[in-house]
Every structure is written in C-alpha cells, then in structure tokens.
C-alpha cells in the first residue's frame, strides 16, 4: 500500500473514534481519496466541487487536527475534484481508505444534502430552514421579509434581494423560503450565478435554448445565489433578464442574493438594477457580540455538546467576521476538545486553535483611513497632506505606500474605490501602487518601512506576499 494509503487510513481511524455517528463518518470522511502528502500538505480527491466545499467548511479543521496527531507534523488539507468516481477497473473501489481497518458500509451513502425533491431543481441544504435560523437584531427585517414571501409569494416582495457580507445567512434564509414553498408542493428552482452561466454556454453550444429556458421559466419561485457574478456579462443578463420578465408578469416568486446592493454591482445593466430596487432589497448585518454567543450556544445545543463558558465567550468575541467563521471555530474546538482528551480550552489554547480565524477577523477589519493614520504615523506627517497636490518627496513617498496598503489590504481594493479615497485619478493609483510594490521587491529600507507599518496594523508580510 502506499504511504499516502498508509497515513490516511490511520488519520480515517482518528477520527472515526471521534465522529460517533456512520453515517457522517461515511459521508463526509470516507468519501476522500488520498492523492498525496509532503511537508506542507496532504492532497484529498472527491467527487463533486459541492461536496469539497461542505467538507471543507465543516470539517477541515478536524481532518488537520488528526492529520497532525498522526504525523507529528501540522499539515495544511487541500482537496482536488474528480470528474466522477474514480476507480481501477469499473468494479473495484478507488485507491483511498482502507476500508479493512476503518469499516464503512458500501456503497457509501451520499451526503444529506444530495437528497432532491422532484419538485426542487438544484440541491437545498436540509440544514437550512427557519427552525435552524437563529434571530437577532442584524437579521431580524430580513427574516421577516422571508417569512412575508412565504405568506405572500410573487405580491409585494418580488423580488426579495438579500445582500450583505459573505458567512452571515443569505443563502441559509434563501433556501429557509424554498424549504417551506416545497411543503405546500410548489416547484422552486435554487441555482447560483455560476451554475446559471454555465446551463446557458451548454444550451447555447448544444442549440437548446429553448429546454433551458422552459426549465427556469416554470417553476413558483427562483432562487438565485450571487448575483453579482452576473457582471460583465451582456448576454447572461439578456437571458436573465427575459427570464426575470416571465416569472414576475406571472407572479411567481423570485429572490436574489448579492454581496453588495444592486445599485453597487459594477457591469450589472441598469434595467436589471431597476427591477430589482423595484422589489424589497434588504440587508444582511455582521451580528453583535450577543448575537454570536446566542448563535454559538444554540449550534452547540443543537448537536447536544458542551464547551467551558470562558471558551464560548472567546470564541463570539473574536471571531465576528460571519457565522460561517462562528461555525468553523465551533466545530474546531469541539475536534480539539475531542482529539486531546483532558485538555484544558483556556484563553492560550484558544488563540492557538483559532490563529487564523482571529486573523482573517482582523483583516476584514482594516481600513482606509486606519492605513493612511498608520502611514502617516510613522513618516510623521498630516493626514491631510495626503490629499494635497505636493510633489515633495516626503509627502508624496507616504502617500504612495498608503496607496499600496490600500490596494493589498483593503477588501474593496478596486482603482476606484482607492482613486476616492485620495482624491487621485485611476493612473495615480496605478502608478503608485506599481512603483511601491517595485521599491518593496527590490530596496530593503522600504521593504523595512512598509513591513513596520504592517506590524502596526497587527499585519505581517504574508499579508501582501500576493501583491
């Protein structure tokens, strides 16, 4: 057997003893294939990028834990997709775990969430319904704008369009909708942006429009993720937009879920802008400090687990980024706490398990005027200057490096966005980032500086290793 063989089936043995239940075994642990291993990473294969995302979201971190358990050595996880499954010769299983020393029924069971209504084109999370959905005052108006669809589908709220950050509940409350459409047997379509796109390039190549129209144009309510990935993209938005006219002028139900405002989503036509603005668009907030322990305590009484107070209270205090970042802590500790029997969850052991977690709450925590205090901080200089049209170099260097910092550091780190913030056109931005992002590859006083003003703002150099 090879080693990668080897150690994977002694990692699945590790967590088989802490994953209680077969069917979560077999569903979401068995199902890798192990590709290889080095010093840095072991290599997972699955067969759908669905089921690598729902692993990797709920049990990377435990998959880690054991690998570093059974290696000595902590490597990071990283999966690849297959195009089916793969196996040696039609009848036998893939290379993966030793089925002999973890056993595991077969065929193995697919995850919950591939189970399918006939009334649902596209998979909805069984997870994802109200009963699930916890309240609080970041996403009350918009619970209660999905329960008003529900109640009233295709009248006042169509279409209903959620945005807000990514991790905070749109596509949970979303699919909540869909859930309660298909107890009353109504047809729902959930699909997201790429999944659209990609239906529309195949019906276009196989000169099928018509199939693919007729199969989003006939259901009660349409459900689509992300939409602004329809950006950019003329003819996407064509067909969606004739889409959207078929199902409103029939009063069927459309909800829409976008990371920003329709009105912010640059390359989105302004006729699509306007139907949606024309229905009820609502925001999605970060939730509080309370709201997250709320969270945290009810997922944890959910699956019937305890942590120490002081552990919850860590973790809703400093992971506040988005739920989903609550969820993968919770479900972190819970591996620790279970693959470390008698270990303490104090506050050290805490910042260890959590470090990047922490750290990704930090960076979304940036911003453009903390960049331009902490540049102007260190080369002591006044903020305003930073605006002035001075051509001094000891203005204009700060200036530049702030610039930079923007552009790496920033979430909305658009030539846009930063050309407002310093009163410069596009090419002043442009130009300054290029020579500063030189200057740091090449000059070791600035390389020095920008580094300092990093730590300052609780950053490193991998934080632009990117750049």
Known sequence: MPEVDKTWTAIAAKLKDVIANDDVFASYIAVNRPVSIDD???????????????????????????VTLVTGTHRNVEWVVSGAGKSNDGNEPASGTNVDAVPVRQPIPPPPVYKRDPNCIGALNPDFTFDEFVVGSSNSFTHSAALGVVNNPGTAYNPLFIY??????????????????????RKVAYVTSEEFFNEFLSALQ?????????????????????????????????????????LYQAHKQIIITSDRPASEVSGLE??????????????????NSEMRLAILRYKLAHQNVTIPDEAERFIAENVKSNVRNLEGAMKRVLAYKNLNSGATLGVDELRVILRDLIDEDQRENVTAEGIRKAVCD?????????????????????????????????????????????DRTHANIYFACTKIKKLYNTDEATRRNVQAILQSLGKTADDISEA
């Open 40 to 66: 840095e990473k072991l290599v997972l294969e699955v067969d759908s990028e669905f089921l690598r995302d729902w692993i990797k979201d709920g049990y990377k971190g435990m998959i880690e834990d054991a």
């Open 164 to 185: 807000g950050d990514t991790g905070l509940g749109k596509t949970h409350l979303m699919q909540a909708v869909g859930h309660e459409f298909l107890k009353k047997k």
């Open 206 to 246: 196989g000169k099928n429009p018509n199939e693919f129209r007729n199969k989003y144009r006939k259901v009660e309510l349409l459900m689509i993720d992300d939409i602004q990935f329809f950006a950019g993209k003329p003819s996407l938005q064509e067909e969606f937009f004739n889409t959207f006219n078929a």
């Open 270 to 287: 302004k006729r699509l802008v306007s139907r949606f603005n024309a229905g009820l668009s609502v925001e999605m907030e970060s939730p």
């Open 378 to 422: 260190f080369y002591n200089v006044n903020i305003d200057d930073l605006n002035r049209d001075s051509r001094v170099q000891t203005i204009v260097i700060p200036r530049q490096v702030a610039m930079f910092l923007c552009r790496v550091l920033l979430k909305d780190s658009s030539l846009p966005s930063i050309a407002r913030v310093f």
